[in-house]
């Protein structure tokens, strides 16, 4: 590596809870879309600021989905944010919006340009409560949604029951006041085995076995 190239950023992988909460995005065209709905997903109160915005966001507007504010940014829209997401086509534009979110302790994301962004996003997909990032440190989003589209294909929707039973397996045991440390329910969750009970339609066995694996670690003294 040259002595003059930036030294790359090291992300530390984390999921934030930010139901609720303001998170502002500035531009209106496909990407302020998409990053829009990710926020409204994550249960966010979403704020988007763009003087021409897509029709789509016109919409959600309408269903009283988001907050539109159709006009050029300025200073003091961050007011009260935790995210804020620069995605206009004008560089100085999201250079303004980066300048006054660090400035005011506001966590941003500039698309397109890491150095200015606090954060990135991952290349995700959701099976129920059960997320799979995958993010390459922006070096190349291209793999990232690769990889992605590949664990697609081995985490089928049999993964949202499954993590459903478990929930409920676990909320059982603490009732009775039962502790499993983590090794033991490591090798109590044969995958292949609970989800092929699952997809066969059979929950109740699929509980039964999961239960009877993790007896031993229940009797132990």
């Known amino acids: 590596m040259n002595k003059e190239d930036p030294k790359p950023p090291v992300y530390y992988p984390i999921f934030l809870n930010i139901q609720g909460k303001k998170c502002v995005v500035i531009g209106g065209g496909q ?11 994550a249960g966010a109160n979403v704020f988007v600021i763009s003087k021409n915005p897509h029709a789509e966001i016109r919409k959600l507007s ?3 989905a988001i907050h539109l504010i159709q006009r050029d940014y300025k200073a003091g829209d961050l007011k009260d ?7 206009t086509d004008v560089k100085e534009v999201n250079r303004k919006v980066a300048d006054e ?10 698309a397109d340009d890491p150095e200015r962004s606090d954060f990135i996003t991952p290349s995700l997909f959701k099976r129920g409560n059960l997320t799979v990032a995958v993010s ?5 989003p291209a793999l990232a949604k690769k990889i992605r589209m590949r664990l697609e294909q ?25 502790r499993v440390n983590t090794e033991d ?17 059979e929950r109740q066995k699929a509980k039964a076995v999961l239960l009877e694996k993790l007896k031993p670690s229940r009797e132990d003294p």
């Not at 944010?81 to 995605?87: E, P």
């Not at 390459?136 to 190349?140: D, F, I, K, Q």
């Open 31 to 41: 990407v302020g879309l998409r990053k829009a709905k990710m926020l409204l997903q």
């Open 62 to 64: 309408k269903r009283k």
């Open 81 to 87: 944010a935790v995210i804020a997401i620069a995605c």
């Open 101 to 110: 979110a660090k400035k005011a302790g506001v966590l941003i994301n500039v």
């Open 136 to 140: 390459t440190a922006g070096v190349s």
């Open 154 to 178: 081995t985490f089928g929707e049999e993964y949202s029951p499954l993590l459903s039973l478990i929930k409920e397996v676990r909320q059982e045991l603490k009732e009775q006041q039962l």
């Open 185 to 201: 329910w490591q090798n109590a969750l044969d995958l292949d085995l609970l989800t092929h009970l699952i997809q066969a339609g």
